[in-house]
């Protein structure tokens, strides 16, 4: 059984770990660092796309302590000593609301070893078996998100342009506007380090772009035409 194998069947279990770090994303999401000690590395091994669920004991709105939970996707690929997880307030929502608010470095959280089947079934994302990496194939892949859904899918665009210097990777990325894109900096970046293999198509529901087909919200036949005539799906 290889370690990818292992990470997804894994017997989910809790583990206090320390907040390294806090960071702003937009004015609704915030980036939350997790330092992972060694003697847990082996527990919080995992694969891009997988998630985590953190748990955490708030008052509620009649001042009660309840214990939460939440889950949320791993927006990083794997190094080994940290899980990195974005989180996207909810309106009403009280867990995502404190943390978007009060959580801060040097906090302490509940959280749950990675687990998840949300991830690419190509050998390419074997990251923790280099020596099954296959790095000679030419395969295009695409992903379409939404908002926070961005998180598992910049995990895995990350590992496989990494991995494989044939890869290709299209990547369709729905928000309101351009000030609701979580992870812009980190989509740049990813699109400086890998331009020519590398294509982010951003569609805003709430705001004109030059191109109609990267304007309005993504339906039926917005995909239809996105996939027809940007991404070429056949090539995929």
């Known amino acids: 059984m290889t370690e990818q194998q292992t990470s997804t069947r894994r017997r989910a279990s809790f583990h206090r770990l320390s907040v390294s770090n806090v960071r702003r994303l937009t004015k609704d999401s915030i980036e939350v660092t997790f330092a992972i000690p060694e003697e847990l590395r082996d527990e919080y091994d995992y694969v891009a796309g997988q ?3 953190l748990r955490k004991e708030l008052p509620n709105a009649e001042g009660e302590l309840v214990e ?3 889950s949320y996707s791993i927006c990083a690929a794997p190094t080994g000593d940290e899980i990195k997880v974005a989180i996207k307030r909810d309106l009403g929502g009280l867990f995502s609301t404190w943390a978007n608010e009060e959580l801060m ?3 302490q959280i509940d959280v ?3 687990a998840g089947a949300f991830i690419s079934k190509h050998r390419i994302t074997e990251i923790n078996d280099p020596s099954q990496i296959n790095t000679t194939s030419q395969d295009r892949f695409v992903a379409v998100a939404a908002g926070s859904g961005i998180t598992p899918v910049l995990a895995i665009a990350r590992t496989i342009l990494e991995a494989n210097d044939h890869s290709r990777f299209d990547l369709i990325y729905a928000n309101k506007a351009a000030m609701d894109v979580m992870f812009l900096e980190e989509l740049a970046d990813l699109k400086d380090r890998y331009p020519a293999r590398l294509a982010l198509h951003h569609v805003l529901s709430r705001e004109q772009r030059i191109s109609p087909l990267l304007s ?3 339906d039926a036949q917005k995909l239809t035409a996105l996939l027809t005539n940007v991404v070429q799906a056949p090539t995929v």
């Open 112 to 114: 749950m070893s990675p």
């Open 216 to 218: 309005g919200r993504i």
């Open 68 to 70: 939460l939970r939440r």
């Open 105 to 107: 470095a040097g906090d």
């Open 51 to 53: 998630y985590v669920a």
